[in-house]
């Protein structure tokens, strides 16, 4: 297991990070997963065996469930590890049960820290965007959270980048804590990110955690050659992130080349592809059961060729689209850059 650094912080995480979507199975989230105590207890164990020292969750998965689940889990070695969590989706069905005004995240990270069972969070992120409250609200709270010590740093997730940038300007304008990671959703059959948040990303210095990296199972080996996969997956019942089904083919074809070539799971090599991005700090994985962490966590090891990385870039490199394309062409010769962006 390797370890990079969290944004523009000391901070270090391992490449891997285990996600706790899966723990508790309670309302919307019983699509996702049902992990219990005592299956969520050995999950969390293997992935520490591993190496792995990051694992995120948020206070919307399974209504608090998760939250308290790996608490627990992590109990006895909570010193050990970086914890990441997310506020918010709704909580309650009171006017202010739902959303980032500071009211919310004040009352959201008590009861987070209580589920947790810690006295400070390591990563607080906001789950996505609040058009209603500004942005200069959110990180003042922010700001006094970490200044409390109840938080270490804070993230964001599913931003759009003039948003993000838009954050990044008050927090410097004011000098409050920055938002230090972007949470979002990248995979080798879903590369949108690249336009325009990969660019912002590097230039800022800001870390990467990608979420379902394996297009909510689409790219294993269940799903080659049958597209709605076998029964009782989460894609035939849940058919989430979206993926462009026409470009599909071709990228599960260069991923099963691929891990044919080096005798493992497609998984494996959808996984690694990520972890040969420069701009990702950590892959979240989730898993159902040991067998299947297992496999993830083998990802690490895979080195891919540069041959390799170039099939894979060719099978899912995403059409031109302007002003990208444009940048491209009026950059050439003018940075080192501009000739592989």
């Not at 590890?81 to 959201?108: C, D, F, W, Y």
């Not at 990248?186 to 325009?196: H, K, M, P, V």
Request: include cysteine.
């Amino acid at each position: 297991m390797q370890y990079k650094q969290l944004g523009n912080t000391g901070l270090l995480v391992s490449e891997l990070c285990f996600g706790a979507m899966t723990f508790g199975g309670k309302g919307f989230w019983e699509v996702i997963g049902q992990q219990g105590q005592a299956l969520a207890n050995d999950l969390v164990a293997q992935a520490l065996e591993a190496g792995v020292n990051f694992f995120d969750t948020a206070n919307v998965y399974s209504e608090g469930e998760s939250e308290k689940i790996l608490g627990e889990a992590l109990h006895k070695r909570r010193h050990e590890v970086v914890i990441a969590t997310k506020v918010r989706g709704r909580m309650s069905p009171q006017a202010n049960g739902v959303g980032l005004s500071r009211v919310h995240i004040m009352e959201q990270v008590e009861q987070s820290l209580q589920r947790l069972g810690t006295d400070y969070i390591d990563l607080y992120q906001i789950h996505g965007f609040d058009a209603v409250t500004p942005f200069e609200e959110i990180l003042r709270t922010m700001d006094d959270l970490v200044s409390a010590g109840k938080v270490r740093y804070i993230g964001c997730s599913n931003l759009a980048a003039w948003q993000l940038m838009k954050a990044l300007g008050i927090s410097a304008q004011h000098h409050w804590v920055r938002f230090e990671s972007l949470q979002a959703y990248y995979t080798i059959a879903g590369r949108d990110l690249e336009r325009e948040l990969v660019p912002l990303l590097q230039d800022q210095k800001l870390g990467l955690m990608v979420w379902s990296p394996l297009a909510g199972g689409l790219l294993t080996d269940k799903f080659y050659n049958a597209e709605k996969g076998p029964e009782g997956a989460r894609r035939s019942t849940f058919d989430f992130p979206p993926v462009n089904r026409d470009r599909l083919p071709g990228v599960l074809e260069a991923l099963a080349e691929v891990a044919q070539a080096h005798e493992v799971s497609m998984a494996q090599i959808a996984l690694a592809w990520l972890l040969h991005q420069a701009v990702v700090t950590s892959v979240i994985v989730g898993a159902k059961q040991p067998e299947q962490l297992a496999d993830n966590l083998q990802a690490v090891k895979v080195k891919l060729t540069a041959e390799e990385l170039q099939r894979l870039e060719e099978a899912s490199a995403l059409p031109p689209e302007y002003p990208g394309w444009m940048l491209k062409t009026q950059g050439a010769g003018r940075w080192p850059e501009a000739e592989t962006a």
